[in-house]
Every structure is written in C-alpha cells, then in structure tokens.
C-alpha cells in the first residue's frame, strides 16, 4: 500500500477522534443539564437519587420569574423586530444601492460580531447615560439591536442575493419605481428569509447575557434573573429546570428558523416559468405577478 495513502488514513483517525473529543467536551455539559434537572436532589452528583418533576413546578408561581421572562420576551420582540428593518435595508442597499457608503454601512453593520461583548457592554452604557436614557429597558432593546443585527444582515444578503436579478430588472423595465419593486416583488419572494432572521434575532436577544448585565436597571431579563439565582445552591435543581426548557425552546425556534431560511433559499433557486417571468402592470401603475 502506498505510504502517502497510509499517512492519510491515519491522519484521518486522528482527526475523527479528535471531532468526537470536541463535541463530547462542547456537549456533554450541555446535556448534563436536562439529566439533573430531573435529579431528586439539590446536589448536581452522581449517582442520581431518583425522578422527579418538582423542580419544573417551582417554576410556576415564582413573581421575580415570571417578571424576568415577560421583560425577555418584550426586549427580545421589539429588538428583532428593529434589528430585522434595520437587516432588511441595509442588505438590500449593500446589494442593489451600487454606492460605496452602501457597503460601508453594511460592513459596520456587521462589525459587532467581531466586537468583545464586554466592550460593547462598556460602550453603551457610556452612551446611554450620555443620551439620558440610563441602564433601562430601552437601553437594552438598542444594545440587543446592535447585537442582533449581524445575524439579521447576514441572513438577508443571502436571501436577496439569491433571487434571480432578472426579476427586478423586469420589473423596472416595466416602470415601476425602486419603492413598488422593493414592496410588491422583493420582499413577498424573501418572506421566509425575513420570518428566519426574525426568529433568530430574538433567541439573539432573548440569550444574551453580557449587555444586558451593563444595560439592565431594576428590570432584569431572565439571564440575569439566572445569573442572581446561581449564587444560592437550593436554587441549582430550579435553575436547571429553567435551563432545560430554555434550551428545548431555543432549539425549536433556531430549528424553525432553518427550515424557513432553507426552503426560501430552495424556491429561489428553482427555475422561473416563462408566464410568470412576465409582471403586468396594473392601473394605479403596481405590478401584478399571474399565471395563464
């Protein structure tokens, strides 16, 4: 046998080995967590004292909960939602703006995944109580925009670069402005896209610890609500419980989320048939898409 062809083999053992040691290190915590949370015991250990769901029912009732999670779920709503606009415009101008400060915004835009989230952290609160707001719920819906942005800009680049150009050029081939073009044609062929950035700018927001940690005034998001209560060991099996059903969530969302950035990216690349290639323009001069 060739030694080159042998040395391959065994480099390609010990790079295998080397994955699975990864992703049982990366992992293996991650799923220690839902095994404990069903541990009748308050001591992460083993071995396992037995089964039990009251660790789940504490979970209901608890008023400093339930505030977290409702402060969660309106930052992470209104900051996907901005951070999802934002994403929109300013991949669709990075694509279709032809200008050099297009490109620049888009690049900036994307800056903040590269950014330290300490020092993003430190920043916005120098900003905001610049600007007056303070550490407050406002303040931490601009900073969750800031962080969520990225993911949205990535996600519709994508998108919009994979609809077929000649889509918009018949369009404005047959007068129709930038405006109806972007609203009439652009934006129903990327719906899947936007959903898919959507969600995913809100698990963005909804996980994010570090900014919120500078931002947060009297009202924490449950990160930091989980963070508080990890400094009391009778709260560990709660906190686990906690962990577990955000965890069965956020994968559900980010699951979701895929599937509709991938059947989008799917329908785009299928072929265009010739009598829906053809846009008419109605009346009030908007453009009709139609089949015979």
Not at 25 to 47: G, M, V
Request: net charge neutral; glycine share 8%; with cysteine.
């Amino acid at each position: 046998m060739n030694p080159a062809h042998i040395d391959a083999k065994q480099g390609g053992g010990w790079l295998g080995a080397y994955v699975v040691a990864y992703l049982v290190f990366l992992y293996l915590p991650i799923l220690l967590i839902p095994l404990f949370s069903f541990n009748n015991s308050i001591q992460a250990a083993f071995p396992l004292q037995g089964f039990t769901f009251e660790w789940y029912a504490t979970l209901f009732g608890n008023s400093a909960l339930s505030g977290a999670l409702a402060n969660s779920l309106v930052i992470g709503a209104t900051a996907a939602t901005g951070a999802t606009l934002c994403g929109i415009t300013v991949s669709y101008m990075d694509l279709y703006g032809r200008s050099p400060f297009a490109a620049t915004i888009s690049a900036i835009a994307r800056l903040p995944i590269l950014i330290p989230g300490v020092i993003v952290g430190i920043s916005l609160l120098i900003l905001v109580n610049l600007i007056g707001f303070g550490p407050s719920r406002t303040a931490i819906v601009l900073g969750h925009i800031l962080v969520a942005l990225p993911t949205t800009v990535v996600i519709m680049k994508s998108r919009f670069a994979a609809i077929p150009k000649t889509i918009r050029e018949a369009a404005l081939d047959l007068g129709a402005s930038d405006w109806t073009t972007f609203r009439r044609v652009m934006l129903p062929l990327s719906l899947p896209a936007i959903v898919s950035a959507f969600m995913l700018a809100f698990l963005t927001s909804f996980d994010e610890f570090i900014v919120a940690f500078f931002l947060a005034g009297t009202e924490p998001t449950l990160p930091l609500y989980i963070w508080s209560q990890l400094r009391f060991p009778k709260s560990l099996p709660t906190v686990m419980a906690l962990g577990t059903t955000i965890l069965a969530v956020s994968f559900v969302i980010a699951a979701s989320a895929e599937i509709l950035r991938h059947r989008g990216l799917a329908a785009a690349q299928r072929p265009v048939p010739a009598d829906l290639s053809k846009p008419e323009e109605t009346e009030r001069g908007e453009l009709q898409w139609h089949s015979t």
